[in-house]
């Protein structure tokens, strides 16, 4: 599945447990996003304008919590903390780095930092730049103005590196333990435990040996990777594939269903075009003459004699 600025990302491993979300590697919650979990991960944490997180958020590295945004919990960090202006945590905070403050941030609990502390003002540096922009204009130095507006607008929201595995909220996503809902696609990674019902305007993907405690209901495609265990229904108006020794403890509706001869379902199956019954073996010996015919099987038997 490709993803885009809209698609829910679930990397491998991450377990949604009663209060928190338990990941690995970078962690990013959209702007205006609901997340009624906290969070705890190795990498860092980015949350953006105006979101709401309700739990602790526990990161080994830096957390960047952006304006308007309130964290219902801790802030735990083992690296650097920025709060945007207006930020506002109703427990406590502690890092072990530097602590960098906008404007009327409030931490009920109180803080501790071992680091730096800066508390800065936006408002002082937007006029200082109009000042110069001004000076510069009086001066007749426009193609100066050009290079800087250039620059300002090329640095304004800039891409942040996050890590190779990532947990990605698109903006205005509301994640709970019951009911869930994305303005986007949902792609769920390997030997993944989530909770609730998923309600998805796009494509769901869910990888192997992954587990849904509710329901998937999607306006896009729907695919189940081998060894999924879904302990509700499945709907949706695009193409279902469930693969091989998938168990799905309720009913299957789309378009049309794709369907291993090893899955398991309990409850009824409704293709609006029909059900395909898939043969793996059958599959997987026309993979093979194909391979053969290109002569792949040939270039991959002297790669591992080779190694």
């Known amino acids: ?17 009663e209060q928190v979300i338990i990941t690995k590697g970078d962690v990013v919650i959209g702007d205006r996003s609901l997340l009624r979990f906290g969070v705890n991960t190795d990498g860092r944490i980015f949350v953006g304008e105006h979101a709401i997180i309700d739990g602790n958020l526990e990161a080994t590295n830096d957390v960047r919590v952006d304006i308007f945004s309130t964290i219902g919990g801790d802030i735990k960090s083992g690296g650097n903390v920025y709060l945007g202006e ?37 408002v002082p540096v937007v006029i200082y730049i109009f000042v ?39 903006n205005n996503s509301i994640i709970s ?40 209901k ?31 403890f309720g009913n299957v509706s789309g ?6 001869k090893t899955a398991s379902i309990q409850g009824t199956l409704l293709g609006k075009k029909g059900i395909s019954f898939q043969d793996v073996l059958k599959e997987q010996a026309t993979e093979k003459v194909k ?3 290109s002569d792949v099987d040939v270039v991959d038997e002297v790669k591992e004699m080779l190694e």
């Not at 885009?4 to 991450?14: A, C, E, G, S, W």
């Not at 306006?219 to 193409?239: A, D, L, P, Y």
């Open 1 to 17: 599945m490709t993803f885009d600025r809209k698609t829910l990302i679930i990397p491998d491993k991450t377990y949604f447990e």
């Open 86 to 122: 207006k930020a506002k945590i109703k427990g406590t905070l502690s890092l072990k780095g530097d602590l960098d403050v906008g404007d009327s941030v409030e931490i009920e609990k109180g803080f501790e930092a071992k680091g730096w502390i800066n508390i800065r003002n936006p």
């Open 132 to 170: 110069y922009l001004m000076q510069l204009l009086k001066m007749g130095r426009s193609e100066e103005i050009e290079r800087i507006l250039e620059e300002l607008e090329q640095n304004e929201g800039g891409t942040i590196p996050i890590s190779e595995s990532f947990l990605f909220l698109p």
């Open 177 to 216: 333990v019951s009911n869930s809902k994305v303005d986007g696609s949902l792609q769920i990674g390997k030997e993944c435990k989530l909770p609730g019902n998923y309600d998805i305007k796009g494509n769901i993907s869910v990888d192997e040996k992954s587990e849904i405690l509710g329901t998937l």
């Open 218 to 248: 999607a306006t896009g495609n729907v695919f189940c990777g081998k060894k999924v265990k879904i302990h509700g229904n499945i709907t949706s108006t695009g193409t279902v594939n469930i693969t091989e020794q998938v168990e799905i």
């Open 255 to 260: 378009e049309e269903i794709f369907l291993s």
């Open 291 to 293: 391979r053969f015919e």
